[in-house]
């Protein structure tokens, strides 16, 4: 009895350890700077760190919201590595909530990410993955404590992660446009970003000549379906989570499935929640097709 006793506590012990919950954001504190003077030390301190600034916008329109996109030719690299979109995961966010006189900073956990969108084509990357990732919470713990928020999903699942049973992957993307090359592709997107089609405004634009890849942050300013319609509903504090994007990779256009990218950065919510913007998955899927569309 004593030795099977024994073992359950071993097996017990061993579970806790292997399950590794991680979260998709960080807090790295709440100041009582207003949102640009906040917005002005974050950029210093993410171009001091080693990165540069690709964009910034506020989701919604909103003056009290404020999203920063950074990379660095470190980064770019690393995910030219991985074949599958693995450019989605070149750029990295950074946000602001200015509320009440005080601005909350918080960033994008960059492992979180990288796991959930290279983890099925890791080859030898892990020890690079965690120095990025290490790189990035050395810039914004020199602002402020950092502190894991925004829900929990086991580092085992998010290679392989979806919210619920027949619901898409990451290997499930939206397909938006077949062109005639990537060229063509380019082209047309940049075209329709230039002319804010649908209401939307291009946040940055990642491109990768020699490898015919390209990545574009979109907010999606529409009054009625847009940022101004989801994010309250499912929560501002994670808007270090948008710009949604549209990759160009050669002649293909594609982009994350709604229902996969809203689960993986809101995983705590419930799907009541999620019903309440059961038509935002669409609405993002025909938005960013329009992008894609060549109207001459």
């Not at 061993?14 to 960080?26: C, E, I, R, T």
């Not at 990288?114 to 890791?122: K, R, S, V």
């Not at 491109?207 to 529409?222: P, R, S, Y």
Request: aromatic residues 12%; negative net charge; proline residues 4%.
């Amino acid at each position: 009895m004593r030795n099977i006793t024994l073992f359950i506590w071993v097996l017990l012990f061993s579970v806790g350890v292997a399950a590794q919950p991680m979260q998709p954001f960080y807090s790295a504190g709440t100041f009582n700077n207003g949102l640009d003077d906040e917005a002005s030390i974050m950029t210093k301190a993410i171009t001091e760190g080693g990165f540069e600034v690709t964009g910034s916008y506020h989701p919604a329109g909103d003056p009290s919201l404020f999203v920063i996109c950074f990379t660095n030719d470190e980064l770019r690299n690393l995910s030219l590595e991985f074949k599958d979109r693995g450019a989605l995961g070149s750029v990295l966010k950074a946000a602001i909530v200015y509320k009440d006189g005080k601005s909350k900073v918080s960033f994008l956990n960059p492992e979180y990410m990288f796991i959930a969108y290279w983890g099925e084509q890791l080859n030898g990357q892990e020890e690079r993955l965690v120095a990025m990732s290490e790189k990035v919470k050395k810039i914004f713990s020199s602002m402020g404590n950092l502190t894991p928020f925004g829900g929990e999903v086991d580092k085992d699942d998010l290679p392989g992660y979806h919210y619920k049973i027949l619901m898409p992957y990451f290997t499930d993307p939206d397909e938006l446009e077949t062109f005639d090359s990537f060229e063509e592709g380019l082209s047309v997107i940049r075209k329709n970003l230039a002319a804010g089609k649908g209401h939307t405004v291009k946040v940055y634009e990642q491109v990768f000549e020699n490898e015919k890849v390209a990545v574009f942050g979109v907010g999606l300013l529409d009054k009625e379906d847009g940022e101004a319609f989801f994010l309250p509903v499912i929560g501002e504090e994670n808007i270090a989570a948008m710009p949604y994007e549209i990759i160009l990779q050669g002649n293909e256009a594609t982009a994350l499935a709604g229902k996969y990218r809203f689960a993986l950065y809101w995983p705590e919510l419930s799907m009541t929640t999620f019903m309440k913007i059961v038509s935002t998955p669409g609405y993002v899927e025909d938005v960013l097709e329009d992008l894609c569309e060549d109207d001459d």
